[in-house]
């Protein structure tokens, strides 16, 4: 139990940190042309393509293993106390893992289908490019309605059972309505989800990764107990 309160804490600050390094590299180093040149535009896919698909592989398939390691976590450590709710916000967990997984893969698979398209036929490629775009953002790339239930409610849970701190349950819910206000397409939705999923994702890690649940606070003072009583 206690390696796994590790392991997921470890999985939760490398989540922060996949974000930050997200926000920098689309945000500031990535300079997507604007204009309606399209051999301007693809010759920047080309130019940018191992860049983007390392990028697709940390930020999508690499979030998606370690946020399987942190949904594990965190739902031994509630569902002792509320094991319906918890069990409802792993379902949203794991579904939000393939999601994210499945986002990466399908950008990576489309991004070269539409740069080896783009040699002979410029406007098909631009329009399966668009396609490929709706698709990755509608599952997992702008979309955060999955994980804005999952952290809802584990948040609820994790209030039932008194398995995490109150300030900490409070931003999860504010994170959590925050992911499913993005059901409506503005970008300013998801940018907030983002930057306060970076907060919780950190204090996640750091209370997993230093702080023992209740119950098996419990259990070892227990043992100690009889130790001592022997």
Known sequence: MSNLQKIGGIAAISEALIYILAFIVYGAVLDYPVGDDLTLKFQFLADNQLLFSVMNLVVYVSFGILLALLVMALHERVKAQALVLSRFACVFGFLWVGLVIASGMIDNIGMAAVLKLSETEPEQARIMWLTVNVIVEGIGGGNEVVGGIWVL??????????????????????????????????????????????????????????????????????????????
């Open 153 to 230: 409610a584990l948040s609820l849970a994790a209030w039932k059972s008194h398995a995490l701190l109150k300030p900490l349950l409070c931003l999860g819910i504010f994170v959590g309505g925050a992911g499913i206000s993005t059901i409506y397409p503005a970008d300013v939705l998801t940018e907030i989800f983002g930057l306060s999923q970076i907060a919780w994702f950190l204090w996640v890690g750091i209370v997993l990764y230093r702080e023992q649940p209740d119950g098996q606070k419990a259990m070892s003072a227990s043992g100690l107990c009889y130790e001592n009583n022997r």
